[in-house]
């Protein structure tokens, strides 16, 4: 399926864990992600072109002071193995990074991951990059640990809601709930993966329809039905045809 340039990559905001949003407007960590296509087939090397965009892009956010960065590869053509594609996913996005910090010192690598995907789409060889700061937000969140974030996916606003279920005395993932969809995205489909700090896949719930505004799944949607809340670092968002 073709994909489109969509993409969330947000820190978790579940039940039980220390979240980046809070209910009421204060001091706290502000983030902007942007999606970079362009990466040759089965190459790391950040392209000439993607270089200019980007540093265009940091330059226009010269306040953060934090980058992450998370990879993508394109369709399996040449059947390679899973240690491979997140190997080559990974490396794009540790390139990316060290490029942004290159261009600008103050902005300190955070975190680098990267995911395979199957898109034969070359747009589907991208790089999310994500930038961090301190400062005044007021993110309207509802005090159960969720938020909302501005992302661009369908040029608009989404806003993910994680809820925990406990399960022999421990908190394990039971629901995202995702509102403020954009009319664009209606009649596509999302893919919501589910990470660790390291950037590795830890759960995917893949070609759901976006028929909507809003969009809920439940744990037994995903390819892992027992998922501690602790363990999941990000998730990662993908919009597509």
Same mark, same amino acid.
């Given at each position: 399926?073709?994909?489109? !340039?969509?993409?969330?990559?947000?820190?978790?905001?579940? /039940?039980?864990?220390?979240?980046?949003?809070?209910?009421?407007?204060?001091? &706290? *960590?502000?983030? $902007?992600?942007?999606?970079?296509? #362009?990466?040759?087939?089965?190459?790391?090397?950040?392209?000439? !072109?993607?270089?200019? !965009?980007? =540093? *265009?892009?940091?330059?226009?956010?010269?306040?953060?002071? =934090?980058v992450s960065?998370?990879?993508?590869?394109?369709?399996?053509?040449?059947?390679?193995?899973?240690?491979?594609?997140?190997?080559?996913? %990974?490396?794009?996005?540790?390139?990316?990074?060290?490029? %942004?910090?290159?261009?600008?010192?103050?902005?300190?690598?955070?975190?680098?991951? #990267?995911?395979?995907?199957?898109?034969?789409?070359?747009?589907?060889?991208? %790089?999310?990059? *994500?930038?961090?700061?301190?400062?005044? $937000?007021?993110?309207?969140?509802?005090?159960?640990?969720? #938020?909302?974030?501005? $992302?661009g996916t369908?040029?608009?606003?989404?806003?993910?809601? /994680?809820?925990?279920?406990? /399960?022999?005395?421990?908190?394990?993932?039971? =629901? $995202?709930?995702?509102? &403020?969809?954009?009319?664009?995205?209606?009649?596509?489909?999302? &893919?919501?993966?589910? +990470?660790?700090?390291?950037? !590795?896949?830890?759960?995917?719930?893949?070609?759901?329809?976006? +028929?909507?505004?809003?969009?809920?799944?439940?744990?037994?949607?995903?390819?892992?039905?027992?998922?501690?809340?602790?363990?999941?670092?990000?998730?990662?968002?993908?919009?597509? &045809?």
């Open positions: 399926m073709r994909r489109i !340039a969509a993409m969330i990559v947000a820190l978790v905001l579940a /039940l039980g864990l220390t979240s980046i949003w809070h209910s009421s407007a204060s001091a &706290d *960590t502000v983030s $902007i992600s942007k999606t970079f296509s #362009g990466f040759e087939f089965e190459k790391t090397a950040v392209t000439p !072109a993607m270089k200019a !965009a980007i =540093q *265009t892009w940091v330059a226009l956010n010269a306040d953060f002071t =934090q960065c998370f990879g993508f590869t394109g369709y399996n053509v040449f059947n390679r193995s899973k240690t491979f594609l997140n190997k080559l996913a %990974v490396t794009r996005a540790k390139n990316t990074c060290a490029f %942004v910090n290159r261009i600008s010192p103050k902005t300190k690598v955070k975190s680098t991951g #990267g995911i395979p995907s199957t898109s034969k789409n070359p747009s589907s060889r991208r %790089v999310t990059i *994500t930038l961090t700061r301190t400062g005044i $937000i007021d993110p309207g969140g509802t005090g159960d640990g969720s #938020g909302t974030g501005v $992302i369908c040029d608009s606003n989404i806003t993910v809601k /994680l809820k925990s279920r406990l /399960l022999r005395g421990d908190l394990y993932f039971s =629901q $995202i709930n995702m509102s &403020d969809i954009s009319n664009n995205c209606k009649s596509k489909y999302m &893919d919501i993966y589910f +990470t660790d700090a390291n950037g !590795a896949e830890l759960a995917r719930a893949l070609n759901k329809a976006v +028929t909507g505004a809003t969009l809920s799944l439940l744990w037994s949607d995903f390819s892992t039905l027992e998922l501690l809340s602790t363990t999941v670092a990000k998730v990662v968002i993908s919009i597509h &045809d």
